[in-house]
T-cell receptor, first 116, second 114 residues
Framework: NAGVMQNPRHLVRRRGQEARLRCSPMKGHSHVYWYRQLPEEGLKFMVY????????ESGMPKERFSAEFPKEGPSILRIQQVVRGDSAAYFC??????????????FGPGTRLTVT | AQTVTQSQPEMSVQEAETVTLSCTYD???????LFWYKQPPSRQMILVIRQEAYKQQNATENRFSVNFQKAAKSFSLKISDSQLGDTAMYFCAFMRDSWGKLQFGAGTQVVVTP
């Protein structure tokens, strides 16, 4: 069973460009979470999605950031008009349908975004 | 709101020795879940161990064990027989229900020396 896949692993964008980060959850997982890790800091929650639904976006910046998890295909985190402060590692995690004993989040390798 | 505090920025331990990492959290919830994740230099987040708050028994995974003190809101991680491959950043994390966001502490860098 392949793990959580993220691509690209590294992404360089100039200020003002758009960044699209992709996440394919583990097979059978229907819940996707995005986290951001700034240099020398812990991970901060951004958004939690199920197929075609945003469940919790309390950690998303109000502007320029959006996320989706369509019925088919990977989850996408989109950052419009990137600024230097968006430079960070973005991690995606997935979890299976919630049961009493199955709730761990499994993380992808992350996408390192550098804004020049 | 919940907060997770890791008060040790860095810990050094010799191979084969034991090291204990501290984590405290603040919550008014009665049902929650606690985790320790490891982030080696590759930056991959790896789940080390988990603990359900309703379970009194401390979780154990091979050389890793926790000391869960619910009343004190403390969740420490003990690494026994430390190995060079244990060198990594260790994050304590809290989850309010069996779904939803993880809240992470700031992390503790563990360095295992020969």
């Amino acid at each position: 069973n392949a793990g959580v896949m993220q691509n690209p692993r590294h992404l360089v964008r100039r200020r003002g460009q758009e960044a699209r980060l992709r996440c394919s959850p583990m097979k059978g997982h229907s819940h996707v979470y995005w986290y951001r890790q700034l240099p020398e800091e812990g991970l901060k929650f951004m958004v939690y999605l199920q197929k075609e639904n945003i469940i919790d976006e309390s950690g998303m910046p109000k502007e320029r950031f959006s996320a989706e998890f369509p019925k088919e295909g990977p989850s996408i985190l989109r950052i419009q008009q990137v600024v230097r402060g968006d430079s960070a590692a973005y991690f995606c995690a997935s979890s299976p349908p919630i049961t009493g004993s199955s709730y761990e989040q499994y993380f992808g390798p992350g996408t390192r975004l550098t804004v020049t | 709101a919940q907060t997770v505090t890791q008060s040790q920025p860095e810990m050094s331990v010799q191979e084969a020795e034991t090291v204990t990492l501290s984590c405290t959290y603040d919550t008014s919830e009665s049902n929650y879940y606690l985790f320790w994740y490891k982030q080696p230099p590759s930056r991959q987040m790896i789940l080390v161990i988990r603990q359900e708050a309703y379970k009194q028994q401390n979780a154990t995974e091979n050389r890793f064990s926790v000391n869960f003190q619910k009343a004190a809101k403390s969740f420490s991680l003990k690494i026994s027989d430390s190995q060079l491959g244990d060198t990594a950043m260790y994050f304590c994390a809290f989850m309010r229900d069996s779904w939803g966001k993880l809240q992470f502490g700031a992390g503790t860098q563990v360095v295992v020396t020969p």
